[in-house]
């Protein structure tokens, strides 16, 4: 068996040095305002984040950023990137941080692959006056996707096919099993399999080729604890299932903490790292089950608190468990070390260095 490990790697981070402003580093939530232009008494800058990175803000548009996050990917044994794209004209601004991550992908051997934000932007809440046009929208950038990333060779293929995740969440305002029948009959979407998170909705049961879990849910008061975060991964993949053995893809979840956004000003939610018992939880799982692909959850959701990329607060602890459990779902044997991922990271920050004295 040929097992992927891919991250979940968010490209919507900005700073003025780079983009001209700070974007997804502030918050403006009432109970949760964060101004990144702000220092603390501690130094460092007043984030919207949970911890802290260990390079500090940066820009999802930055090489130099990027080439350090893929060259930590791949010396800890993850085979590739998810990320979330809405297209080119819904959010122009994210889009050239999504292009600006293919031009450096190019330069390693890892693989993309796209969750399609249907939801941000797409009929009804977007920019389009009936779900017919929503839909040739969004045949239109399945199509770009295809010219652009899958025939460049970047894209991640298994067995001939191509995986797209879809994010869905505002139900009552998503396209439902006739749209997206729609969708995967056209030219653009030929060979792509698309992956729902919600495997709830009998809309989309019979259109998924496969289903991605994502952190569980929370409970009544907003917490998802150990016990419920089992519970949650039986409930869903008894469901899976039921519905006639699709392909799952399981999440590997350090933890979840959306206090810093204030759960984007509907209340925070948590699901406690528990000194790294999750993020243990989630490998033992799929060590234990018969998957072909899995999904870190994630690698860089500052916002959330779900990401496992180095920071002041955990160090490299969790790239360290990652290259560990790759290589034991693998078969293969753990080379990396902390040292490593230290290496990397002092390559960056003396790149960095040097940018800074020229500039004087």
Not at 287 to 308: K, M, P, R, Y
């Amino acid at each position: 068996m040929n097992r992927r490990l891919f991250a979940h790697l968010c490209t919507w981070f900005s700073t003025p040095e780079v983009s001209g402003r700070w974007e997804m580093w502030n918050s403006e939530y009432d109970g949760a305002r964060h101004d990144p232009s702000v220092l603390r008494a501690d130094g460092r800058r007043d984030i919207a984040a949970f911890g802290y990175p260990l390079i500090g803000p940066y820009d999802s548009a930055d090489a130099d950023a990027i080439r350090w996050q893929l060259s930590l990917m791949q010396a800890c044994g993850i085979d590739g990137v998810i990320v979330d794209w809405d297209g080119r004209r819904i959010n122009p601004h994210r889009h050239e941080k999504f292009l600006a991550l293919l031009r450096v992908l190019r330069e390693y051997p890892l693989k993309l692959i796209v969750c399609f934000e249907e939801w941000a932007g797409y009929y009804p809440l977007g920019t389009f006056a009936s779900a017919e046009e929503g839909v040739s929208a969004a045949i239109g950038e399945l199509a770009w996707l295809r010219e652009n990333v899958i025939e460049t060779g970047l894209y991640e293929e298994q067995n001939g096919r191509f995986p797209v995740f879809v994010f869905r969440k505002m139900p009552g305002h998503m396209f439902g099993r006739a749209e997206w029948e729609r969708i995967k009959a056209s030219s653009a979407a030929r060979g792509m399999e698309f992956y729902f998170e919600d495997c709830y909705d009998p809309q989309i049961e019979e259109a998924a080729d496969g289903w991605f879990f994502w952190v569980g849910g929370f409970d009544a008061e907003n917490r998802n604890s150990l016990a419920y975060h089992r519970d949650a991964i039986a409930r869903y993949e008894a469901r899976v299932r039921a519905l006639g053995g699709k392909k799952v893809v399981p999440s590997l979840v350090p933890g979840f903490d959306d206090t810093c956004v204030w759960g984007w000003g509907g209340g925070k939610r948590v699901a406690p790292r528990e000194n790294g018992a999750r993020y243990e939880l989630c490998c033992e799982h799929v060590l234990a089950g018969e998957f072909d692909l899995a999904q870190i959850v994630t690698w860089n959701d500052w916002n959330e608190g779900s990401h496992i990329e180095p920071s002041a607060d955990f160090g490299y602890a969790y790239l360290c468990r990652t290259a560990r459990f790759a290589a034991q779902w693998k078969g293969t044997a753990c080379t990396a070390a902390e040292a490593d991922f230290a290496a990397i990271t002092d390559v960056y920050l003396q790149k960095k260095r040097k940018t800074r004295e020229e500039k004087k």
